[in-house]
């Protein structure tokens, strides 16, 4: 029985995960830049993020893409486009860094504004079996609405001294565990091994 437990455990599989590394950027539209000003003077400006996650150790990881840097009221920004951009740079395809965009729209009601992504996920491949997925954490309302990234507002001190708001993306990256090949060939011997002491017991 020992002896058919040990084989059992060689044949549970270890599962390999990348260090998933990136880089972000963004722009508005309109203007096509980090820093978009409405007419009535409420501006956002992106500043760029990145970093990098450990999906062995912790899977799926939280991650940030970077902030967004509120001045003045945005409710004249309502409409405009925002597009954040991944840039992953390991694990990396054959012809080099994989890129890909997850896009919103500056929502703004009575009393908020928010970054609304109609699609909050982004899929990259290297050519493996386990593509990386990027997903931005949304905030909803109380019967489950999707509103958005919430921008947090400048705020006003009793001096009148303007301070901006500071806004950080936040969401996870993950990646399906996949089998090492070692781990695969194992699995094979295991089995095999488990076939041959059955068939020894019944003779």
Do not use: C, H, W
């Amino acid at each position: 029985m020992k002896r058919f437990l040990t084989i059992v455990a060689l044949a549970v599989p270890m599962m390999a995960s990348p260090i998933v590394s990136y880089t972000t950027t963004g722009t508005f539209t309109p203007g096509g830049g980090s820093v978009l000003t409405g007419p009535g003077g409420g501006t956002l400006t992106y500043l760029t993020g990145g970093g990098s996650v450990d999906l062995g150790a912790i899977n799926p990881s939280n991650a940030t893409f970077g902030t967004v840097n509120t001045l003045d009221d945005p409710g004249d920004l309502a409409g405009s486009t925002f597009t954040l951009t991944i840039n992953q740079t390991s694990p990396v395809a054959d012809s080099g860094s994989l890129v890909g965009n997850i896009s919103g729209t500056v929502v703004v009601d009575s009393s908020n504004a928010f970054i609304k992504f109609a699609n909050p996920v982004l899929m990259l491949s290297s050519g493996g079996p386990s593509p990386v997925r990027y997903e931005i954490f949304q905030s909803s309302d109380p019967n489950g609405n999707v509103l958005g990234v919430a921008i947090v507002p400048a705020s006003t001190d009793q001096g009148g001294t303007v301070t901006g708001g500071t806004t950080t993306i936040q969401g996870q990256i993950s990646t399906a565990a996949v089998p090492e090949p070692g781990t695969v060939a194992l699995m094979g011997l295991g089995l095999t091994l488990v076939g041959l002491i059955g068939r020894r017991r019944r003779a």
